[in-house]
């Protein structure tokens, strides 16, 4: 059987940078058993299969996979799969405002138009949890205590746990490094209840908002070009520690994946006074691969 599927770059406006994704628009025929094994030849940070929504609210059902686990949320893969329905017509063209679902629920997508439309998704409830020794962090990503800024490392959440670590300029952003041994420092001071995998995600502030980078070894994802599912967090967690203004309103961009040569912008919108009424995530998504899986 042929199954057709997509390949779009996202948050960016050119071919072979961002973080690319593939996309199955039409996978109500592809077993669930089958939607990991294809997400890992594929071997992308994430893979989309798109399926008709139990949610009459919702326009699709997304299922996203990443080489290793199954997430019930993700930021490229909306913004992606965003882009290919609408630009396949399988959502009405010229649709502003619709709903995906995904684990978490449903996922409000927003769409700025033009020539290349800027696709925004509301991002799901963020929790702040437990803190981190930042001597322990540091040590994990291979840096000195003196590396990192003055504010506690801090686990935070809306779907995909992060632990977010503030570094003093861009040249160490650019250093810092982790791999298992360094994650499982990490883990070990987590109680078992708290011990779901996590990503790291470090970050400096700059004139323009955040200049990033994300570890995600445990999913199968060395380092992830653009991780639009930590980057509400990140806002809220910076507007929390005062590194951005939390007015409403606000706009900022995340710079991500620089590093690895996947340069990624992911534009930030504070709704609400400190985002009390949300945070939208939105970037550019450019097409690249339409191609076909014969099983």
């Given at each position: 059987?042929?199954?057709?599927?997509?390949?779009?770059?996202?948050?960016?406006?050119?071919?072979?940078?961002?973080?690319?994704?593939?996309?199955?628009?039409?996978?109500?025929?592809?077993?669930g058993v089958l939607m990991p094994r294809i997400a890992r030849e594929l071997n992308l940070s994430e893979t989309v299969f798109v399926l008709p929504a139990t949610d009459p609210?919702?326009?699709?059902?997304?299922?996203?996979?990443?080489?290793?686990?199954?997430l019930i949320f993700a930021g490229h893969p909306t913004v992606g799969s965003a882009f290919v329905l609408l630009d396949d017509g399988l959502i009405a063209p010229g649709m502003q405002n619709f709903s995906l679902q995904e684990g978490v629920g449903?996922?409000?997508?927003?769409?700025?138009?033009?020539?290349?439309?800027?696709?925004?998704?509301?991002?799901?409830?963020?929790?702040?949890?437990?803190?981190?020794?930042?001597?322990l962090c540091a040590r994990?990503?291979?840096?000195?205590?003196?590396?990192?800024?003055?504010?506690?490392?801090?686990l935070v959440t809306a779907g995909n746990p992060s632990v977010f670590v503030a570094l003093?300029?861009?040249?160490?952003?650019?250093?810092?490094?982790?791999?298992l041994s360094g994650l499982q420092a990490i883990r070990a001071s987590l109680t078992p209840s708290e011990a779901d995998a996590f990503f790291v995600f470090v970050f400096t502030p700059t004139p323009?908002?955040?200049?990033?980078?994300?570890?995600?070894?445990?999913?199968?994802?060395?380092?992830?070009?653009?991780?639009?599912s930590a980057t509400g967090p990140l806002a809220a967690y910076m507007i929390r520690n005062r590194l951005i203004s939390g007015a409403p309103g606000t706009r900022f961009v995340s710079e991500q994946g620089t590093k690895m040569g996947r340069r990624s912008l992911l534009h930030v919108h504070i709704l609400g006074q400190d985002g009390q009424d949300g945070i939208e995530v939105g970037g550019y998504v450019t097409p690249l691969i339409k191609a076909t899986l014969r099983l």
């Amino acid at each position: 059987m042929d199954h057709r599927y997509r390949v779009v770059d996202v948050f960016t406006q050119h071919p072979l940078e961002g973080n690319a994704l593939a996309v199955f628009p039409d996978a109500s025929a592809i077993d669930g058993v089958l939607m990991p094994r294809i997400a890992r030849e594929l071997n992308l940070s994430e893979t989309v299969f798109v399926l008709p929504a139990t949610d009459p609210a919702c326009a699709a059902r997304l299922r996203i996979f990443t080489p290793a686990k199954e997430l019930i949320f993700a930021g490229h893969p909306t913004v992606g799969s965003a882009f290919v329905l609408l630009d396949d017509g399988l959502i009405a063209p010229g649709m502003q405002n619709f709903s995906l679902q995904e684990g978490v629920g449903a996922v409000p997508i927003r769409v700025d138009s033009g020539v290349r439309p800027l696709i925004w998704l509301r991002t799901p409830p963020i929790e702040f949890r437990r803190t981190f020794d930042a001597a322990l962090c540091a040590r994990a990503l291979s840096l000195e205590a003196s590396d990192l800024l003055p504010i506690a490392p801090q686990l935070v959440t809306a779907g995909n746990p992060s632990v977010f670590v503030a570094l003093k300029d861009k040249p160490t952003v650019d250093r810092a490094w982790l791999d298992l041994s360094g994650l499982q420092a990490i883990r070990a001071s987590l109680t078992p209840s708290e011990a779901d995998a996590f990503f790291v995600f470090v970050f400096t502030p700059t004139p323009e908002g955040a200049y990033s980078r994300m570890f995600a070894p445990e999913h199968g994802v060395v380092e992830d070009p653009a991780t639009g599912s930590a980057t509400g967090p990140l806002a809220a967690y910076m507007i929390r520690n005062r590194l951005i203004s939390g007015a409403p309103g606000t706009r900022f961009v995340s710079e991500q994946g620089t590093k690895m040569g996947r340069r990624s912008l992911l534009h930030v919108h504070i709704l609400g006074q400190d985002g009390q009424d949300g945070i939208e995530v939105g970037g550019y998504v450019t097409p690249l691969i339409k191609a076909t899986l014969r099983l």
